[in-house]
Structure formats: structure tokens, C-alpha cells
Nanobody, 125 residues
């Protein structure tokens, strides 16, 4: 299993930006994703990136505002979040999957075998 550690969460004002990072023990062959979970809502796959970095996928609510990226030489995954909204408030989790890209973009968290501990992002209005 890949060991994942997120960082970068904090309180941000609406309209602001924040970059989350995820350090991994090694994931160059895994597809990766950033999930988010807020109270009263199901955990959702906000953004995903293929093992090569060539393919990305976003939930509609973050398209055009969030950018997922990875550096396989440094075993890091990032999520650049711009124009943040109060509804982006959530615990953000980095996750890794050994399953195929076509499978993981379905957003089922059961397809991801490794998880970080999460980092809290709070967007104030």
C-alpha cells in the first residue's frame, strides 16, 4: 500500500486560492485522486489524474477552478484550488488506486486502496 500524507488545508476567504499537496511513499504506477467530504454529504471524487498525468477528470462543481497535477519524480500530488467558494469547505483526501482509469473516474471510493488522513479546507463567506 502507498503511504499518503496531505498538507495545505486551512481557513480561506471566498474567492481566494489554496494549494493542497500530498506526499507519497511511491505511486508512479497508480491513478490518483482528491476526494472531499463535508458534513451531510457523501464523499466525492473532486479530481483525478492518471498515472502518467496525461488524463485528468473533474467533478462539474470544480471544473475551471481546480487543477490536479502530479510529479512522479518527487512522488507528490497537488491540487490547486482557485476562486474558492463556501461550498468547497470539506476535508480533502488524497487517494491512490491501482485500478484502470476508466474505472476510477466513476468516483467510487472503494476503487481506491490507499488514503491519506485528510486535510481541512474551510472557505468563509
Amino acid at each position: 500500500q502507498v503511504q499518503l500524507t496531505e498538507s495545505g488545508g486551512r481557513l480561506v476567504q471566498a474567492g481566494g486560492s489554496r494549494r493542497l499537496s500530498c506526499a507519497a511513499s511511491g505511486f508512479s504506477n497508480d491513478n490518483m485522486g482528491w476526494f472531499r467530504h463535508s458534513p451531510g454529504k457523501e464523499r466525492e471524487l473532486g479530481a483525478a489524474i492518471s498515472w502518467s498525468g496525461r488524463n485528468t477528470n473533474y467533478v462539474d462543481s470544480v471544473k475551471g477552478r481546480f487543477t490536479i497535477s502530479r510529479d512522479n519524480t518527487k512522488n507528490t500530488l497537488s491540487l490547486q484550488m482557485n476562486t474558492l467558494k463556501p461550498e468547497d469547505t470539506a476535508v480533502y483526501y488524497c487517494a491512490a488506486s491501482g485500478r484502470a482509469w476508466d474505472t476510477i473516474v466513476g468516483g467510487n471510493n472503494l476503487d481506491f486502496g490507499s488514503w491519506g488522513q485528510g486535510t481541512q479546507v474551510t472557505v468563509s463567506s
